[in-house]
């Protein structure tokens, strides 16, 4: 673009002063728009010459003057049955996370969660539309080399194999849709004055991925997950780097509780912005049920 | 040919007129630090020029970020922004009476049927010498759109940087006169080729009083603060002169808006049609 720049402005400083009686738009790029002469604009209005198409006496869905209809011709076979009941997870690939990193859009030296990957303003997510979080696929697992600690909603092995041969943590973690809603725009969700809600727990068809120390799941065991990760590094053969020995191994080991939606404030606090304070709730009843 | 010869023969006159009639002087123009560096483009460069005397001097180079100053010269999006300027704000007062608002129509002209006539319901149907119009214009028609905020961003660029291309730009210190007498300012234009109009462009809206007094009574010769710097100006004036201080503010802004990640939410207010 910056070569063709370049040639265009040099150009110009060949040609007369560029001023309001010498510009012009692209040609064709606006068309006049023309009335119609006659009765109702002299057209037919897209529905033809007479018959059933300006009557609208339409034969019903299907119907084929006699024939057995297609619809009733084979037995059904529900393909998609309960398709649109089934959770989304929209897809953002390694190299695109590898890229939000290398240009700042993303913190490091931070636990990286939803959060904060919804407020680059890359990821877009809809709630509403049974989106359940970032599926993280493994494109650019290649060349992946950021050490962080990340929590995704779903992840393939092979995802989870780039991350930890890197030095870094991965989590997958459930969250339901008032969490997500919540998280979707953080300052427009505290300016609602509203208790941070509890996460809830994932639905039945869901536990047995989020407690899968294979899948790194956030409910599964953590001493089985540091098993498994050895598992991982022996079947991709890689060395797992030692986190434990990590100048960032606190950051690393930083998790949410299964209750929580944002990193250091508990469900049932309110975040006032305006006066820049947290309220968190005294009553016992209240403590008793924010309780994780 | 001629177009090769040309762009040459204005940088030797340039060249000439920089070594001959300019002195560089050493006073310190601080260097700028550009925001958002560009990584496909270079910085351009510009002389910063002084006001206080009618001898052009030199006071030193700054830099220019080039994706303000040296963007792709779109002209159909510099003529959408000029369309929409002188449209936005037009509202057409050209208006034709219809067939009832007509006077008089009221009795059928003469039977249905027998006469060997035309059937005719109204001496004012549009058919009739004097009667109503059918689809006219009717006032009053506001012509107000909105141009998509990017496009908008995108003409000023164009326009800057074809104002910078074209040696219409220019760069000086301060707006400070030393005198309030217009022949000063019409002799100091004249001397430097700026042509009969120019703009003045300050980041802020209280100019100095002697330039504001010697431009008053000149009408080709204006003041414009940054925040009303508009395509539509920049291309009615020949030249374009921005203090340094303007330019900074004119750069960050426009930078701000080609940089933010927010642009979705950002822009939606604009839209007129939302429901």
Redesign the interface.
């Known amino acids: 673009?910056?070569k063709?720049?370049?040639k265009?402005?040099?150009?110009?400083?060949?040609?007369p002063?560029?001023?309001?009686g010498n510009?012009?738009?692209?040609p064709g790029?606006r068309s006049s728009r023309k009335?119609g002469r006659g009765q109702h604009g002299g057209d037919k209005h897209g529905a033809g010459n007479k018959g059933s198409g300006q009557r609208q006496n339409y034969m019903r869905l299907g119907y084929e003057t006699g024939n057995n209809p297609f619809y009733l011709r084979f037995p059904n076979e529900p393909y998609y049955k309960g398709h649109h009941l089934k959770r989304q997870y929209p897809p953002m690939s390694m190299l695109d996370l590898q890229r939000l990193i290398d240009l700042n859009?993303l913190d490091m030296s931070k636990p990286i969660d939803l959060v904060a990957i919804l407020n680059?303003?890359?990821f877009k997510l809809k709630p509403d539309q049974h989106q359940f979080g970032v599926n993280l696929t493994d494109e650019g697992a290649d060349i992946f080399k950021a050490k962080i600690n990340l929590e995704v909603q779903w992840a393939s092995e092979l995802v989870i194999a780039a991350v930890e041969k890197a030095g870094g943590v991965i989590t997958t973690a459930y969250y339901d849709q008032h969490s997500l809603q919540a998280m979707l725009n953080t300052r427009k969700f505290f300016e609602r004055g509203i208790p941070i809600p509890r996460r809830m727990t994932p639905p039945a068809d869901a536990i047995e991925y989020y407690t899968d120390p294979t899948k790194r799941g956030y409910l599964a065991d953590p001493e089985k997950i540091s098993e498994e990760r050895l598992v991982l590094a022996q079947k991709y053969g890689y060395t797992l780097p030692k986190i434990e020995e990590d100048k960032t191994y606190e950051m690393l080991t930083q998790r949410k509780d299964p209750r929580q939606i944002f990193f250091g404030l508990n469900p049932g606090w309110v975040v006032n912005l305006r006066n820049k304070v947290i309220l968190k709730p005294q009553e016992e009843k209240l403590v008793e049920f924010y309780q994780s | 040919m001629?177009?090769n010869i040309?762009?040459k023969l204005?940088n030797t006159t340039s060249l000439c007129r920089y070594f001959s009639s300019a002195l560089t002087t050493n006073e310190n123009i601080e260097p700028r630090h550009l925001q958002y560096p560009?990584v496909?483009?270079k910085p351009r460069q510009i002389w910063v020029e002084n006001l206080d005397s009618i001898d052009e001097r030199k006071l030193g180079l700054i830099e220019l970020h080039?994706t303000v100053f040296?963007?792709?010269?779109r002209?159909?999006i510099?003529?959408?922004n000029?369309?929409w300027q002188q449209l936005y704000r037009y509202v057409s007062y050209a208006h034709t009476k219809l067939k009832f608002e007509v006077r008089g129509g009221g009795r059928k002209p003469w039977p249905q049927k027998g006469l060997g006539k035309a059937r005719h319901s109204s001496i004012r149907s549009p058919l009739w010498k004097g009667g109503g119009i059918a689809?006219g214009p009717r006032s009053p028609t506001p012509h107000f759109y909105m141009l998509p905020f990017y496009t908008r961003i995108n003409g000023l660029t164009s326009?800057l940087?074809?104002?910078f291309?074209?040696?219409?730009l220019h760069v000086v210190d301060n707006l400070e006169l030393p005198t309030d007498e217009k022949s000063f300012l019409e002799e100091l234009v004249k001397s430097r080729n700026w042509g009969p109009s120019v703009l003045f462009v300050d980041d802020t809206d209280i100019m100095p009083r002697n330039i504001t007094a010697a431009t008053d009574e000149i009408k080709h010769i204006n003041l414009m603060p940054v925040y009303g710097l508009n395509v539509?100006s920049m291309?009615?004036y020949?030249t374009l002169v921005i203090t340094r201080s303007a330019i900074d503010l004119i750069e960050s802004k426009i930078l701000e808006n080609l940089n933010r990640?927010?642009d979705?939410t950002f822009t939606g207010k604009y839209k007129v049609n939302q429901v």
């Open positions: 673009m910056s063709s720049a370049d265009a402005l040099n150009l110009l400083r060949s040609l002063r560029l001023c309001l510009i012009r738009d692209n790029s009335r859009r680059t303003g890359v | 001629l177009a040309l762009p204005r560009s496909y483009q080039p040296a963007a792709n010269p002209i159909d510099i003529h959408q000029v369309r689809h326009t940087s074809i104002k291309a074209q040696d219409d539509y291309l009615k020949e990640n927010d979705k």
